[in-house]
C-alpha cells in the first residue's frame, strides 16, 4: 500500500482561486516535504515540517502557505492561484536521521492554472 | 544554501552499455548523497546513496562515488537495460539540515 498519498492528483484551477493539496502518510516520519517540479528547474523545496503544528520555509516559499496539523499530514495551500503555479507539486516523508534521510515520494499533484 | 548542478540534462546509450551521471554541489557540509528515479509519468523513488564517511557504493548494477575534495559525486549504471530509462536526480543534504537539494535531472534512455 502506498505509505504517502495525495489529492487531488489532478487539478484545474482559476487565477486567484485558493487551492488545497493534502498530503498523508503511514511511515511514521517525523519531516514532510512540499516540493514542486517544473522541466529544466528539477526538484525545488516550498515547504518542509519536522513536528506537528510547526512548519518551515524552504527555497520557494512565496505564495505558499503550508500547514502540518498532525503527524500524518501537511497540506500546501495556495491562498491566490497564479499561473506560474501550474506545475506538478510532490508531498515526501522522511525519517529523523542523524546525517541524511531518505525520502519517500507521494504519487505527485498536477496543478493547472487556468 | 546549497547548489547542486547535475551536469547532463539528457544521456542515451545501447543497451549493455555502462551510463555516467555527474553531480557537483557546493556546500562542504553536504554528508549525505541520495539518487532518486523517476519512470515516466511517475513519482520518484529511491535507488541508492552515499554517505560522506566512504567514497565508493554499490548496489547491484548501481555505483556511486563520491569525491569530497572536489565535492563531486557519480552515478554509473553497469550493463543497462531498457527498464532503467528515467529521469534520475541526484541530491545533496547537509548534515542536520534535513533539507535535501536536488539536482535538475538526467533523462536517460537506454536503446534496445
Known amino acids: 500500500e502506498a505509505a504517502v498519498t495525495q489529492s487531488p492528483r489532478s487539478k484545474v484551477a482559476v487565477t486567484g482561486g485558493k487551492v488545497t493539496l493534502s498530503c498523508h502518510q503511514t511511515?511514521?516520519?517525523?519531516?514532510m516535504y512540499w516540493y514542486r517540479q517544473d522541466t529544466g528547474h528539477g526538484l525545488r523545496l516550498i515547504h518542509y515540517?519536522?513536528?506537528?503544528?510547526?512548519?518551515e520555509k524552504g527555497d520557494i516559499p512565496d505564495g505558499y502557505k503550508a500547514s502540518r496539523p498532525s503527524q500524518e499530514n501537511f497540506s500546501l495551500i495556495l491562498e491566490l492561484a497564479s499561473l506560474s503555479q501550474t506545475a506538478v507539486y510532490f508531498c515526501?516523508?522522511?525519517?529523523?536521521?542523524?546525517?541524511?534521510?531518505?525520502?519517500?515520494f507521494g504519487e505527485g499533484s498536477r496543478l493547472i492554472v487556468v | 544554501g546549497e547548489k547542486v548542478e547535475q551536469h547532463e540534462s539528457t544521456l542515451s546509450v545501447r543497451e549493455g552499455d555502462s551510463a555516467v551521471i555527474n553531480c557537483t554541489y557546493t556546500?562542504?557540509?553536504?554528508?549525505?548523497f541520495p539518487w532518486y528515479k523517476q519512470e515516466a509519468g511517475k513519482s520518484l523513488h529511491f535507488v541508492i546513496d552515499?554517505?560522506?564517511?566512504?567514497d565508493r557504493k554499490q548496489s547491484q548494477r548501481l555505483i556511486v562515488l563520491l569525491d569530497k575534495k572536489a565535492k563531486r559525486f557519480s552515478l554509473h549504471i553497469t550493463a543497462t537495460q531498457p527498464e532503467d530509462s528515467a529521469i534520475y536526480f541526484c541530491?545533496?543534504?547537509?548534515?542536520?539540515?534535513?533539507?535535501?537539494?536536488f539536482g535538475k535531472g538526467t533523462s536517460l534512455v537506454v536503446h534496445p
Open positions: 515526501a516523508s522522511s525519517e529523523r536521521q542523524g546525517a541524511g534521510n531518505t525520502l519517500y
Open positions: 552515499i554517505r560522506s564517511n566512504v
Open positions: 511511515n511514521n516520519h517525523d519531516y
Open positions: 556546500d562542504t557540509a553536504s554528508s549525505y
Open positions: 515540517s519536522y513536528v506537528a503544528d510547526s512548519t
Open positions: 541530491a545533496a543534504t547537509s548534515g542536520g539540515n534535513y533539507k535535501p537539494t
